[in-house]
């Protein structure tokens, strides 16, 4: 089926501004962090789940419950675990521990584990993987700190659209969440900069903080039918 849309046009300008956005960062080069400033990941991370409020509120729109969960899993899981594991195990290359000090390592099985759950902060890094002076940062996969998020919003738009479907308050109910959500996320933002915590700036950069992002898609779509 052609769509008629300009999202997957979206998904690559914002997808190579986050790979190049953070190599800047990660990379301790400096020819390459003087161009920091002309990259914003966290405005294509955040326009990322705009298109997703979107996209994903559509597939459930059309779908029944089973077949919605089972298309969201068939997109997901398979490119998922493959980009896990291949760098579980294909990693050893660049490690600077051998094979056997690698594979034995508990930081490997923990990485392992930890990822497979969608739970990348847990353990973001492999054993002696990016291990040099050249780089701050040794998470592999840093980005993958979203899906969490994504997943969140999986198992919440079921019951959003139950609701908007029972009481037929579309702009009430999407105004209520965005309101709230940007509510949340300030005021975490707030304490953290106030207390210098940074539980509190990670917990904002979560559901229901991130949920204003989803809403906004939410909002184009029911727009969308409606006209």
């Known amino acids: 089926m052609k769509r008629n849309n300009c999202f997957d046009f979206l998904r690559f300008i914002f997808a190579f501004n986050v790979v190049l ?70 990693l050893v290359c660049i490690s600077t521990l051998s094979a056997i000090d690698y594979y034995k390592s508990a930081d490997w099985w923990e990485y392992l584990g ?36 994504e997943i969140g919003f999986y198992l919440v738009i079921p019951i959003l659209i139950w609701w908007i479907r029972k009481y037929k308050k579309i702009g009430l109910t999407l105004f209520v969440l965005y309101t709230f959500a940007v509510l949340f996320r300030s005021l975490l933002n707030f304490y953290g900069d106030l207390y210098q915590q940074d539980i509190y700036i990670f917990l904002a950069r979560q559901l229901p903080g991130f949920m204003s992002y989803f809403a906004v898609g939410m909002t184009g779509y029911f727009t969308k039918i409606s006209f």
């Open 114 to 149: 930890a990822n497979i759950c969608f739970l990348n902060f847990l353990h973001p890094s492999l054993p002696g993987v990016f291990d040099s002076p050249y780089i701050n940062d040794t998470s592999v996969n840093p980005a993958l700190w979203t899906l969490k998020i």
């Open 21 to 90: 956005g953070h190599l800047t960062v990660i990379a301790l080069f400096p020819d390459l962090q003087k161009f920091q400033h002309f990259f914003n990941t966290y405005l294509s991370v955040t326009g990322f789940f705009v298109i997703s409020g979107f996209l994903i509120t559509q597939s459930y729109d059309r779908s029944t419950l089973k077949s919605y969960f089972i298309k969201r899993a068939k997109r997901l899981l398979p490119a998922y675990l493959f980009v896990i594991i291949s760098c579980a195990f294909g």
